[in-house]
């Protein structure tokens, strides 16, 4: 073998650690910075699924498919009493239904009386309660947690999916996309 | 010595993946979150498909591993719909629908998918054509020095 070869095998020897070393780093660095993202809904662009779930409190009515597409765009809130982020948009919600937006909710494996409890320390600014005590219509919407917050259209098609709380910046543009949605 | 490294790997686990603190429901588990179906053959086949799909809010896990609450609904949802006569390719696909290719730990081929599937057998391919080139007698004037 000519030391020109021998050399090219040297150096030939050293690219499984080189590949080893960089496939270590690309782990190391999704470990810290990765995919921790949220996962969208697929269910976009798509009528809601039909359901009919009962009065999740006693001063609101349970929440339907049908309620929807009577030409009225509406925020569909997927909360609960035992979430957080959920006391945290509260107060948004309630101004946005100040402003004339129906917001209709469905309780997430909720008891009665954590939500009324919850209801009453944070104001209620739900049209109606839909109690969806397993999970199955956020299943049914591509839900994957509370809170989220779906944007469903006059002819109630689900326009928009929010992950996460609701903050007052968001106001203005939730409210110009509600307006657009007639 | 052997303590102190178990330390270390432990708070070096803890910097990698800090524990979540998850708020969680009062209510109890759906019926069929921890019970089995009566029929063992329907439960083989629900817990077949549960093993691979994945936890939405645990991400990593499998809803057969996860004790989160939406992960027993989903095993609920699962045995149940079994129960009733549907076929576990439906149960999938129906989730696929609303989550994406994400929720199943066996995505179907397509094109965001199929490197998953071809880069294992050109490496494995890559592999053979090595071994081969080096089991081959060597040639005259190739060999050793």
């Given at each position: 073998m000519s030391n020109n070869?021998?050399?090219?095998?040297?150096w030939l020897l050293w690219v499984p650690l080189g590949v080893v070393v960089i496939l270590a780093a690309m782990f190391i660095w999704a470990l810290r910075h990765?995919?921790?993202?949220l996962i969208q809904s697929h269910w976009i662009d798509k009528p809601l699924p039909a359901f009919d779930l009962p009065a999740a409190a006693a001063d609101r009515p349970g929440l339907a498919s049908r309620n929807f597409g009577d030409g009225q765009p509406r925020l569909l809130n997927v909360f609960a009493s035992w979430c957080i982020p959920c006391r945290v948009e509260a107060p948004t919600l309630a101004e946005l239904q100040r402003r004339g937006v129906i917001v209709e909710g469905v309780a997430i494996r909720d008891r009665p009386e954590d939500l009324a409890r919850f209801l009453g320390e944070l104001g209620n600014p739900y049209h109606a309660i839909g109690a969806?005590?397993?999970?199955?219509?956020?299943?049914?919407?591509?839900?994957?947690?509370?809170?989220?917050?779906?944007l469903?259209?006059?002819r109630g098609v689900i326009r928009e999916q929010i992950q996460g709380a609701i903050t007052p910046d968001m106001v203005p543009d939730l409210m110009a996309k509600l307006e657009r949605m007639r | 010595m052997r303590f102190a490294l178990l330390l270390a790997v432990f708070a070096l686990c803890c910097a990698i993946f800090?524990?979540?603190i998850h708020a969680q429901s009062g209510l109890p588990p759906a019926p069929y979150?921890?019970?089995?179906?009566?029929?063992?053959?329907?439960?083989?086949?629900?817990?077949?498909?549960?093993?691979?799909?994945r936890c939405l809010?645990?991400?990593?896990?499998?809803?057969?591993?996860?004790?989160?609450?939406?992960?027993?609904?989903?095993?609920?949802?699962?045995?149940?719909?079994?129960?009733?006569?549907?076929r576990p390719a439906e149960i999938r696909q129906w989730l696929i629908d609303r989550y994406g290719?994400?929720?199943?730990?066996?995505?179907?081929?397509?094109?965001?998918?199929?490197?998953?599937?071809?880069?294992?057998?050109l490496a494995l391919l890559g592999g053979l054509f090595i071994v081969i080139r080096r089991l081959r007698p060597a040639k005259q004037g190739d060999g050793a020095p």
């Open positions: 070869q021998a050399a090219r095998r040297n990765g995919d921790d993202r969806d005590e397993r999970s199955q219509l956020a299943l049914a919407l591509g839900s994957s947690g509370v809170p989220e917050t779906f469903i259209d006059g | 800090p524990p979540a979150a921890y019970r089995q179906l009566d029929d063992p053959v329907q439960e083989a086949a629900a817990r077949n498909l549960m093993a691979e799909l809010v645990c991400q990593g896990q499998s809803i057969a591993d996860s004790d989160a609450p939406l992960a027993g609904d989903m095993r609920s949802d699962v045995r149940e719909r079994i129960a009733a006569g549907e290719n994400w929720v199943t730990y066996d995505p179907p081929i397509e094109g965001d998918t199929i490197a998953l599937y071809v880069l294992p057998l």
